[in-house]
Each structure stands twice: as structure tokens, then as C-alpha cells.
């Protein structure tokens, strides 16, 4: 017998079901069918939550990509004085996760998935995940700018600009790893960041 869900318990479970078939398989082609037969619900149950799949997509946007942002990377820098320290200890966990679930040397960011995938097809979509990288650009200004006022941070870097260069470091190279697949490149290639990160210091 399948154990009873509360309304936002189902809710959350169709929201994880369709981003894991959406970073495994993309937007465009993971079916409404697909994404009910893994949930194993209704259709009709999903369109009591969804009007559709694009509304489906952008609920994944905000609500499961924003939260992992948000633990991730935003409350972690809520506090530090010391960014390249903790943003060194974000990507240690990083590589942690693509030793334990190796199916994202494959698959990539999720992030940047749906941002390569749906920003030239549907303008909402880029709306609410461009929301998404300014959040994160802002999380590491604002940490870099504490930094600076630390002295863990050379006087002389710019906050905006090295955040924005931080978040296309990173997504631009987990694009990378999905195309090399090899832990000895996310190894290289995590040394490279790194050095950048490190270069920031006094």
C-alpha cells in the first residue's frame, strides 16, 4: 500500500521527479508522461498542481534550483569575512558530491542546463533563472566586499566583477566536466579555481 502524502509532500515530490528527469534528460525532452510514471501519480493529480509543464519547470526553478543555491552557496557567504577560505571549502564539498554521485560528471549543473537549454525559447524561463545568478553574484560581492573590509581580500579587487567571474568559472567548468567525464579533469580543473580563488588574498 502507498504510504498517504499531504498535499505539499506530493507537491515536492512531483518538483524533485521532474528536476531529476530534467538534469538526467533535459526540459524539452522529458515528457509530462515520464515525469508521472517516475512520481508514480496521475496526470490528473500533476495538473491539480500545474497548469502545464512549462509552469512545472519554472516551479523547479524557483522553488528546488533556488533553495540549493541558497544552501549551497548563499548561506554559507551570509557571514564570511573570509571568502576564498569558504568558497574553497564549497568547492571541497563540490567534489565530495561528484565522487559520491557520479552521475553529474554526466549530467552537469542542472543550473546551467535549463539556462544553455530554455533562455532562447522561452523568456520566462530566463527571467527566473537569471533571478537565480544574480542571487548567487550577490552572495559572493557581498562576501568579497566583507572580505575586503577584513583584509582577506586584496584592496584593490573589484566585488562585482570577480563575483560574475566566480559564477562563470564555476558553471563554465562543471559545462567542462560533463564533456571530459574524467576525475582526474575536475581535479585539474578544480586546482585551476582554486588558484584564482587564492590569488584574491592579500
Wanted: with cysteine; net charge negative; proline share 4%.
Amino acid at each position: 500500500m502507498s504510504p498517504v502524502r499531504t498535499p505539499e509532500e506530493t507537491r515536492m515530490m512531483i518538483l524533485e521527479t521532474a528536476l531529476d528527469l530534467f538534469h538526467r534528460s533535459s526540459f524539452t525532452g522529458t515528457s509530462i508522461n515520464q515525469i508521472v510514471d517516475k512520481a508514480g501519480i496521475t496526470k490528473g493529480a500533476l495538473f491539480h498542481y500545474f497548469k502545464g509543464k512549462n509552469e512545472l519547470g519554472y516551479a523547479v526553478v524557483e522553488e528546488c534550483l533556488k533553495r540549493q543555491i541558497q544552501e549551497h552557496w548563499i548561506t554559507p557567504l551570509a557571514t564570511s569575512v573570509d571568502p576564498v577560505s569558504d568558497m574553497l571549502a564549497i568547492l571541497e564539498k563540490m567534489s565530495q558530491m561528484l565522487v559520491d554521485e557520479p552521475h553529474i560528471l554526466e549530467c552537469g549543473c542542472p543550473l546551467n542546463n535549463l539556462s544553455q537549454e530554455m533562455s532562447s525559447r522561452d523568456e520566462t524561463f530566463r527571467l527566473r533563472l537569471l533571478e537565480l545568478y544574480r542571487d548567487w553574484e550577490d552572495a559572493i560581492e557581498k562576501s568579497i566586499r566583507a572580505g575586503i573590509d577584513a583584509g582577506n581580500i586584496k584592496e584593490e579587487t573589484d566585488p562585482q566583477s570577480t563575483a560574475s567571474a566566480i559564477v562563470a568559472l564555476l558553471e563554465g567548468s562543471i559545462g567542462l566536466i560533463k564533456v571530459n567525464k574524467d576525475m582526474a579533469y575536475v581535479a585539474r580543473m578544480g586546482q585551476g579555481i582554486a588558484n584564482f580563488l587564492l590569488s584574491l588574498k592579500p
